[in-house]
């Protein structure tokens, strides 16, 4: 009793436009872009592409540089199989489990995606015949620091294992130049895709059966303390039969309670960007992508972002229409600044906004989107409720 969906539109993904809009106004720093952050046990930096400092020996898991046996091939040398170029400027253990592959193995078959850091093509595996996708990550190694962002997105994708998380297949290098790529199983297309093609709304089940998706998968990043940071459309992908991965963990960081450290708040593109980030909360959890969670719920309701700001300001005005302002008692227990409260008293709008979705996932909806994200609970208690239930667990047809 599966839903059968239409064919994909081969739309855009609408996100491009505001990774620009991001960039423009800062609210996400360009690669190698500094901010606040400690330093490393070992004293080294490690700084993520909005700039994060993070602990090399909680991330990158006590780094090392042990690198084995070189064998010169021709003018480059080869290490365990990996071009030196690679092998010098990421540390060891982001390679290991991984085997080496040459790009000139695939042939590239078309360019699908774009974001803001990397280059996603349709390739085939020459000698297996298999379609993928291949991430081209921009690799700099005049910019330690873009290097170090791009090794954590590597290990990050080693440590999960989940099937609504993309799994890394391999890495892809080209000896003479200085291409990385990241090899993916090919998907058809993307939840952002899905929710705009043109006259073709989501049933209430599909949308029920991609929450529970990204809901499981999401449970399964913040047990072993992957917080993922830019939920959004685009970066849940969607294969033929209708099975959602999470994708994109360029900005995801592990959270380390002890020693608690600060994170920076420029995470998040802005249309689903938590209050307490806008609000510069530099101690934030989970909560953080469960609003993101929301804000794709209602969207795939409603087939439009629900929250288009444009500026922050803008941004946390909507997020007030909608929640009501913020109580004393939430200013107080965030411990964040009075300066942000909004000049005007706002009621809560969740019955204006969301009066048309079914009655079913208002609860839901109300929970996810709540100001405090205290209150948004985790992603294994939204698994209980009726919305996301295992019971709605079946996959579409495409
Ligand atoms: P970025 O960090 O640049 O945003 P993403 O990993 O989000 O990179 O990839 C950019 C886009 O490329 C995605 O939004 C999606 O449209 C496409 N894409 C990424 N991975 C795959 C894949 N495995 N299969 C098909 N398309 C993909
Ligand atoms: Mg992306």
Redesign the pocket.
Known sequence: MGCVQGKYASTN?PSRGLDKLKQEHGYAAKRGEKEDGGVAGNGEKVVNRVGETVRSNDANGNVSQKHASKKIVGDDQVVDGWPKWLVDNVPFEVLSGLVPKSADSYDKLAK???????N?Y?ARDKDTGKIV?L?KVRFNTAEPESVKFMAREIMILQRLNHPNI?SLEGLATSRMQYSLYLV????QS?LSKIISRPGDRLTEPQIKCYMQQLLSGLEHCHEIGILHRDIKG??L?IDSNGVLKI??F?LANIFNPKPKRPLTSRVVTLWYRAPELLLGSTDYGVGVDLWSAGCLLAEMFAGRPIMPGRTEVEQLHRIFKLCGSPSEEYWKKMKLPASFRPPQHYKPGYYEEFGDFPSSSFDLLTMLLNLDPSYRGTAASALQTEVSSKHHFIYLYI
């Open positions: 993904s699908v995606g774009q974001g803001t850091y990397s996603v349709k996708a991430k993309i993916f199983d090919f998907m993307d685009s970066n992908l994708a994109d360029g």
